[in-house]
C-alpha cells in the first residue's frame, strides 16, 4: 500500500502544491491548516510520515512537533520540517524538538519528495533478522524496538537507525560524514548537516539514560559505540 503522508500547511497555494505532487508520485495524502488539526488527524489516524510547515496558526510547527514526540500514539512518526528560516539556529532548534529533517522554504516540490522517500525508506524495519545486544541494549531491525535493561524505549527513526548503526560497528569509530550518508542518505554533508548528527547523538543518549554514555565522541573524527 502507497505510504500515507499527512500534510500541514496553512497556505492553501504551498498546500496543494505538495498534495499534487506527492498524489503524482503515488503517494496518498491528508490535509491540516492548523496545528490544533494536525495533532487530532495525526492521532486519530497516525500516517506514515508528517510535512509540518514551522509557521502555522493557533500552534506552531514546533509545539506540534513537540506534542507528536511526547504522545506514544505518534511518537515515532518520520517528520520533515518546513521553513521559511534558513537560519542555522532555527533549523537546529527543529531538530531538537525530534524533526527527522527539514526542507527550507522556497523548495524544489522534487527536492521535498527525494527527502520524503529518503525518510520513509529508514524508517522502515531493516531486512536484517539478527537482534543486535550490547552491553543493556538490544536494538531488534526486525521490529524497530530498542530496549534497555529490558525496558523499551522510545526512538525515532533517525535515532533508531543512528543506535543501530553505531551499534553494527562493533566499536569502529563512525564519522560524521559515514553517519550522514548512512543515516539520511546524504553524499556531501555540510556544516549544519553535521550538526544535524551531534543534535541526533545527544538526544539518543539521553534516552538511553546511563547507557548513553557508551556513545563516546572523538573530537574531531566522528562517534563510537563502546561495547563490553
Not at 534558513?86 to 525530534?98: K, N, T, Y
Not at 527513526?157 to 569502529?172: M, S, T
Request: charged share 30%; aromatic share 4%; glycine share 8%.
Amino acid at each position: 500500500m502507497a505510504a500515507e503522508v499527512l500534510v500541514v500547511e496553512d497556505e492553501s497555494d504551498i498546500r496543494n502544491l505538495i498534495v499534487l505532487h506527492l498524489a503524482r508520485e503515488g503517494f496518498r495524502c491528508r490535509t491540516a491548516k492548523s496545528g490544533p488539526e494536525a495533532l487530532r488527524e495525526a492521532r486519530t489516524a497516525p500516517p506514515d510520515l508528517v510535512v509540518l510547515d514551522l509557521m502555522l496558526p493557533d500552534l506552531d510547527g514546533l509545539e506540534v512537533c513537540r506534542r507528536l514526540r511526547s504522545d506514544t500514539t505518534t511518537a515515532t512518526i518520520p517528520i520533515i520540517m518546513l521553513t521559511a528560516k534558513a537560519d542555522e539556529v532555527d533549523r537546529v532548534v527543529g531538530l531538537e524538538m525530534g524533526a527527522d529533517d527539514y526542507v527550507v522554504k522556497p523548495f524544489s516540490p522534487k527536492e521535498l519528495i527525494a527527502r520524503i522517500r529518503a525518510v520513509l525508506r529508514r524508517a522502515r524495519p531493516a531486512a536484517d533478522p539478527r537482534v543486535l545486544r550490547a552491553g543493556p541494549i538490544t536494538v531488534d531491525p526486525m521490529r524497530h524496538q530498542v530496549h534497555v535493561g529490558g525496558t523499551a524505549v522510545a526512538l525515532t527513526p533517525k535515532e533508531f537507525d543512528l543506535l543501530q548503526a553505531l551499534v553494527e560497528a562493533a566499536g569502529r569509530v563512525l564519522s560524521r560524514e559515514h553517519l550522514l550518508e548512512r543515516v539520511w542518505g546524504y553524499t556531501r554533508g555540510g556544516e549544519i548537516e553535521s550538526r544535524t548528527v551531534d543534535v541526533h547523538v545527544r538526544r539518543l543518549r539521553a534516552k538511553l539514560g546511563d547507557a548513553g554514555r557508551r556513545i563516546t565522541t572523538l573530537k574531531g573524527v566522528g562517534y563510537r559505540f563502546e561495547d563490553d
